[in-house]
Structure formats: C-alpha cells, structure tokens
C-alpha cells in the first residue's frame, strides 16, 4: 500500500484574493451570466432558507446571492439584538438580519468590493458601513 502524497499547492494569495473579489463582483452585477457555483433562489433553497422569507426580499438581492452558509440555522436573531454584517454580498442575510432584531437596531454591513455599492438589490447604494433601510 503506498503512501499518499500530500503537498501545498503554491498559490499567489493576492492573485487569489483578487479572482475571488472578482467573481463576487459579477454576481452582484450579472448575476443571470451563469457561473460554476450556485447562486440566487435555487442556492438559497439548497441552503435551506424559507421560501416565505427568500419570497419577501428584493428580487435584485436574491439573484445576487452566493452565500456560502445560512447562519439562521442556528438560531433566529433576538429583536433588539445589534448587528453589522461584515461580508455582506447582495445583502439577503443583512435583510432578514435586520427584519429579526428591527430596523433600527441594524448597524450596518460592509463589503470589500465597490461593486457592491452599485448593486440593485443590496440593502443601500451608499458606502459600505451605511445603515440599512
Ligand atoms: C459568501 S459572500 C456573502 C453572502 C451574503 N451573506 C449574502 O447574504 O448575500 C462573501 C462576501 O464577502 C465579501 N468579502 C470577502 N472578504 C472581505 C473582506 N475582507 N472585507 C469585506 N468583505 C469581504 C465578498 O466580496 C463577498 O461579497
């Protein structure tokens, strides 16, 4: 039996960084393109979002999803509670984040690409760290 062979790929982290925050951008811009992953409605339904929930947001914001997880599995968010959300892509989970602990208690979300500040569903058009509606 032999042994298997591990190795560390050499990646350049910045080029890597970079092709990401890219591809990130193109969904929150194009999102009807077509990519290798899953993204809108359909991601969200695999990562077990309500529909009731998925259904009341902006059309815009869910086409432009690519969440990676859902952070509401483990445990809705108390009314009251603070929240900014760091990473927030098109701003589905920034939505019901704030649709659980009431508007006014959301501080605000943040995401690294100014593609983001320009997207038609995200939570604001403004800056990153503006509040949301
Ligand atoms: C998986 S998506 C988040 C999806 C989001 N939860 C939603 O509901 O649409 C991750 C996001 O984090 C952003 N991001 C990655 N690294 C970041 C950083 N260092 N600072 C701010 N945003 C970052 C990416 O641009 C991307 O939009």
Redesign the pocket.
């Known amino acids: 039996m032999s042994t298997p062979v591990v190795g560390v790929a050499r990646v350049d982290r910045e080029a890597l960084r970079q092709a990401?925050?890219e591809k990130?951008?193109q969904v929150?811009t194009n999102p009807e393109i077509g990519f290798h992953f899953h993204t809108g409605r359909p991601l969200a339904m695999r990562l077990l979002y309500p529909a009731s929930v998925i259904d009341a947001l902006p059309p815009a914001?869910i086409d432009?999803?690519?969440?990676?997880g859902n952070?509401f599995l483990f445990g809705d968010l108390r009314r009251g509670e603070h929240v900014v959300?760091?990473?927030?892509?098109?701003?589905?989970?920034?939505l019901?984040a704030a649709g659980q602990v009431g508007r006014s208690r959301h501080r605000g979300r943040?995401?690294?690409?100014d593609a983001?500040k320009d997207h038609r569903g995200s939570c604001g058009d403004g800056p990153a760290q503006r509040r949301c509606p």
Do not use: Q
């Open positions: 990401i925050a990130y951008a929150a914001t432009s999803f690519a969440g990676t952070p959300d760091v990473g927030c892509g098109a701003g589905l989970d920034t019901i943040h995401d690294f690409r983001r």
